[in-house]
């Protein structure tokens, strides 16, 4: 079994259900190690070039709507990297199948997601679904330095007029 790193994301219904600690509870059965967390706010560009592979299907503008946190008055996700042997596919077995109605009742997903009216699946948790594309999402999400392990090459660069903010 090779090690593998997969993105997790808590979606804003996650959060909005306080569904945190359930989540990461269960994942800590997979003894997979966390390398990298953080809670953010999602803006646009980052929910489309996540989601960029389903732009041309119809739940599209939902789905950014979804994971930006429009839905739910609740702009923050949890974004978590885990990382050991078979990572990928040992949290999605947790995660459960995307619709949550057909996904395992004792799966996240199975437990605590739902399909609304519109028929998006509101589904509590991310979980990337190969080696390719959980190495896309993590560069999406995470900077080298956030992450306590190095997992992909990096280079050192020396950025000008760089905007950043800072403590005042
Ligand atoms: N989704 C949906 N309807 C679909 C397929 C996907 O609402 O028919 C949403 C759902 O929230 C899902 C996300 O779009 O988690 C990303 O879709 P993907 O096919 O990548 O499923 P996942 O990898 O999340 O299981
Ligand atoms: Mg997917």
Do not use: C
Request: net charge neutral.
């Amino acid at each position: 079994m090779a090690n593998e790193a997969t993105l997790v994301i808590i979606k804003p219904d996650g959060l909005k259900k306080s569904l945190t600690g359930n989540i990461l509870s269960r994942l800590a059965e997979t003894r997979l190690k966390i390398i990298a967390s953080r809670v953010l706010q999602v803006d646009e560009k980052l929910a489309v070039r996540h989601y960029e592979h389903l732009k041309n299907e119809p739940f599209f503008p939902d789905l950014i709507k979804y994971i930006m946190g429009d839905m739910h008055g609740e702009n923050r996700v949890m974004a978590l990297i885990y990382f050991g042997p078979d990572a990928i596919s040992k949290v999605r077995q947790i995660a459960g199948v995307t619709n949550p109605e057909k996904a395992d009742p004792v799966s996240v997903r199975g437990a605590y997601g739902r399909i609304l009216t519109t028929g998006l699946f509101e589904n509590v948790m991310h979980a990337s679904s190969s080696p390719d594309e959980a190495e896309r999402e993590i560069k999406l999400w995470f900077e080298p330095e956030e992450i306590a392990y190095e997992l992909y090459p990096y280079q050192e660069t020396i950025l000008n007029a760089y905007k950043k903010k800072v403590w005042k």
